[in-house]
């Protein structure tokens, strides 16, 4: 950051990941606070700048210092904090304010990124490409245990870690998968999935978390809570059975779509292209929208010539403050269009 | 006709027409009875036989012979006759029916056409590329003139010439001119110009004459009454005064956007070119509104590599009857949209 070492490309957009058809990504989300300091929300400026101190340290000078960099968000521009949500490093929430806070992330794999004075002490997050809860889970398992080792976490005997929000007291764990779903929204049991989900006690939000909407058919599908599940039952309920279940689904109404309706299919896919490869004005919400046809139809061989790593990279690329970076000033919405559709043409060939 | 002479190019799709950019084709057409019959509504199976008779005798050994073919609308198929209605060679009513009926068209050129026993014993008809009243009228003269050398038309002298239809009283002349004003209506100013229209007694219809919406931006302007205003009265106001001024409108309209809103216009454009070459779908309104698009990114110099006489034709053959026709059986509307997709992307470079 700071110009000095740039962001490239995240480890999870790419295509060869385990059941990457349909699994964007796997994250697990650690809540973790030191022990001997109020809670964020109920912390003074000098509290959270004590707790930025420790987490510096814990975080630069222990176990995981050669593989992170730390950015203090006080000393990045908002446009680069903007870039750093649309990477799903930090929380738009995190992104906002001038109270002391900080990001560490991982390069140039930006698996890692640990929030620091977000509504925990700590966030620490690892995020995979396709299915990968297991992988996500050991490695994050790992960097908390070297955290612990430099200082004491905020515990208790009765409930476990102590978090901000009581949804998270307990192992302090949230799983997600960020899953891509045209299939099953096209053939409308879309609905249907997300009924079972809310059953299991699973939210379904959209591609940016809380309160985003599911726009392009991204998904994510994470556990409502923590409390009363060990880490290891939450996570193989997850990734062996109820992700694997929605996958099976989406693919058989891929395929069903493919053998049923494929005319259909196949016009929705290119019309996509089409539009990305001529429009010269794209909305963000648009864009995804296509980039979403255009994936489903690269994971049914519909559409030759065209890489699903282009497709992953252009899912961020065509974000407003990744848009922005890319043209190196800031730009109205009505400048982002433009901007936008001239990204799409330079990858797509318009 | 019948396998024999196949219609070719009609002379009006030709885009080096007078005014071509907004004026599509201009359109006279006469209403003439034979003395001594009734008019077609009033007349029996015999009655309609004679007439047919007589006009054959007129048209096919008089002064026209060289240059027209008859066709018996009872000896061709449905199929065929609707192709002569998208070509606007006869009306929607004329193809209807088993009743004693034709047409005499002349070939290749598709500007002269006579509906036999439709409304009136005789419909004229003279069809001319671009804005040439003056032209159509000097050429349906001088085949008015021919018929009325073999038969008595009814006429009196109180009223002129009678007809079926008491608007068409008089001189039975009506001057109509396909109009193309995309740029009329992304400007808002559409009404406008049809509220002067329908203020000076002109009629402004869609692609297809009465009842038929304007799908694409095209418009048929048309005089409502001939009864009180001498032929030439009425061709100079339309030809020198009215017509003109709609394409000076139309043409700021276009101007104004190019200098105003360009880019929106570009990607109106460009999105029209790129559903035409990707859709594997095409609805019949879908398809003649991107060829509207398309139509005028040429006029404006914004789309390149694609020839105005193809969209022209492109405006034909994505019609139903033409569409099956090419393809040489009968298709059901889901199998259309297929097969006009893809001579669209044919003829684009899809």
New interface residues.
Partial sequence: MNGARPLTGAEWLRPDSPEGDVVLSSRIRLARNFAGFPFVGRAKREDRRQILQIARRDIMQGGLAAEVMWVDLNEVSPLERSVLVERHLISKQHAKGDEPRAVAISTPDERLSIMVNEEDHLRIQVIRGGLDLSGAFKQIDEIDDKIEAMSDYAFSTRFGYLTACPTNVGTGIRVSVMLHLPGLKLSGELEKVKRAASGMSLAVRGFYGEGSEAVGDFFQLSNQTTLGKSERDLLIEFEQQIVPKVVEYERLARRSLVEKRR??L??RV??A???L?????LKSEEALEMLSFLRLGITLGIVEGVELSTVNNLILLTQPAHLQRLAKHDMEQSERR?ER?TVVRKYLG?
């Fill in positions: 005319v259909i196949e016009d290119q019309r292209l089409g539009t490869r001529h429009a010269r004005l433009i559709a318009g």
